[in-house]
């Protein structure tokens, strides 16, 4: 009986351990199952969520569709080699002789650091002045043109850190002219919150009085007045390059010197933002340059209401690209508006020195709302290109200048004519590499003698310091037609 009893308790005792370890391995499974099924979801997580993430945030930042980013990534215009290739120049060896230079303005001991210029007749008296920001003495100013070939410099509000952009317009309709100024705060990338957008009001007599309209907001880099939503006042249009944390806004004029700001993106870098009515509607559109990061432009189409639909026209495939300015002009002469673009910025190297895939294009207008890629020529650093007629032929030739060329070499170029001779197609011709450092250009009669003269302004941020200008007059001597 005891043993039977001992065999009945063992084999309990048996039974209950293979329970035990049935529930284990089961428990282990259904562990083994979950911890699959985990890691299955983050796996589905990292290949599914992080691209929706990162999907979300740059719509959010580019204010494109999801489309309209995936498209912007799979669609970049052209390939390195083509985009950013370095072609071949018809360089011509004819020398220049037909603009004559001279400084103009005040004189200067540190190197100068001209950020941008405006030729406009500021006071109405019939002859062309300059206004100019000088990012050295944290001035704007004045070069008066008073009188005819006399020019003096006044400074017209010398509180602004690093002014980076101005424009010459009557903001107010009282029928003088005011300035508008994109204030950096810093001439060089940061990301503090030191822009600025300032309007610079006009009494009537050249006396200006200074208006803050937005303040402590990343770098400001260009503001332009224009009526974008239709109501009969000026608006702003706002590029803040900033550094990580650039923005595009427009500031509603609500009258009486209010305002209010309204994003249209928060990417970082953008350069220049330029108001054209590109579809013809009517209203005042938007074309943006962003650089830094990006190298792209874009179009903010107006409904005549200002509300913008976006619209990337313009992608380089090199993201070191170095987009340095845009300039709206019917460069084919079709009817349309076209965009000239330079590549050439190079504040991101030190020494900042231009690569060789440096240089200037052109965006052909196809209608429709695209744009076709041209390149046009190389020029190393290019910051600026203006076009104008300058042989009298019919159609447009180019003007462009280099802030960022190899110094160091005698031959490399400030300052060169694009001559076009017909259909689009350009022969470089050298125009100087004294003084160097170019960084801003602006075309006008300033003689009154029909001709196009120039204005250059020059930054000297880095060596060599031994071709040096501040601002510098070209005046159009005639020769060019004269031997034509």
């Not at 303040?215 to 608006?235: F, N, P, T």
């Not at 104008?388 to 031959?411: C, K, M, Q, R, Y």
Request: glycine share 8%; net charge negative; proline share 4%.
């Amino acid at each position: 009986m005891v043993l039977f009893l001992l065999d009945l308790l063992s084999n309990i005792e048996n039974s209950n351990h293979s329970t035990n370890m049935t529930e284990k391995n089961n428990s282990k499974k259904e562990g083994k199952v979950l911890r699959d099924l985990i890691l299955g979801a983050l796996v589905v997580i990292v290949i599914v969520g992080l691209p929706v993430m990162f999907l979300n945030l740059q719509a959010k930042r580019s204010g494109l569709t999801w489309s309209g980013v995936i498209h912007r990534i799979l669609n970049r215009v052209g390939e390195k080699d083509k985009v950013s290739g370095i072609i071949g120049d018809n360089s011509s060896d004819q020398s220049i002789s037909f603009l004559e230079k001279k400084p103009i303005g005040n004189s200067y001991i540190k190197p100068p650091l001209i950020s941008n210029l405006a030729a406009d007749d500021l006071d109405k008296d019939g002859n062309l002045d300059v206004i100019v920001c000088d990012a050295r003495s944290n001035t704007v100013s004045w070069i008066r043109q008073s009188p005819e070939g006399i020019f003096n410099e006044i400074a017209l509000d010398n509180t602004l850190i690093a002014p980076g952009h101005l424009q010459v317009k009557d903001f107010d309709g009282d029928g003088d002219k005011d300035i508008m100024v994109a204030v950096l705060g810093l001439l060089f990338p940061s990301n503090d919150k030191i822009g600025s957008v300032v309007i610079l009001e006009n009494d009537g007599t050249c006396n200006f009085k200074k208006h803050i309209i937005e303040e402590k907001i990343a770098r400001v880099s260009d503001v332009r007045a224009c009526d974008l939503d239709s109501d009969g006042d000026m608006d702003l249009a706002v590029a803040q390059f900033g550094y990580d944390d650039g923005e595009t806004r427009w500031i509603e004029n609500l009258g009486n010197w209010n305002f209010e700001s309204h994003m249209l993106q928060y990417l970082s870098g953008p350069i220049n933002v330029e108001p054209v009515d590109i579809d013809k509607d009517g209203d005042l559109d938007l074309i943006t340059l962003v650089s830094q990061e990006w190298e792209e432009i874009y179009l903010y189409l107006n409904d005549g209401k200002a509300n913008f639909e976006k619209k990337l026209i313009f992608g380089s495939s090199n993201e070191d690209f170095g987009s340095s300015g845009i300039y709206i002009a019917d460069m084919d002469r079709d009817g349309d508006q076209d965009i000239l673009y330079t590549n050439g910025d190079a504040f991101d190297y030190i020494p900042p020195q231009g690569r060789p895939w440096h240089g200037v294009q052109w965006l052909e207008n196809k209608g429709n709302l695209t744009f076709e890629y041209h390149r046009l020529s190389n020029l190393i650093g290019a910051y600026n290109a203006r076009p104008t007629d300058i042989d009298g032929d019919g159609d447009l030739d180019i003007f462009v200048v280099s802030a960022f060329n190899l110094w160091e070499n005698p031959e490399s170029q400030s300052f060169i004519w694009l001559e076009n001779t017909g259909d689009m197609h350009f022969t470089t011709h050298n125009i100087t590499n004294n003084p160097t450092h170019i960084i801003t250009m602006e075309l006008g009669d300033f003689n009154k003698d029909g001709l196009v003269d120039m204005v250059t302004g020059g930054m000297h941020a880095y060596p060599p310091y031994d071709r040096m200008s501040r601002i510098m007059l070209w005046m159009n001597n005639n020769k060019l037609l004269i031997n034509n």
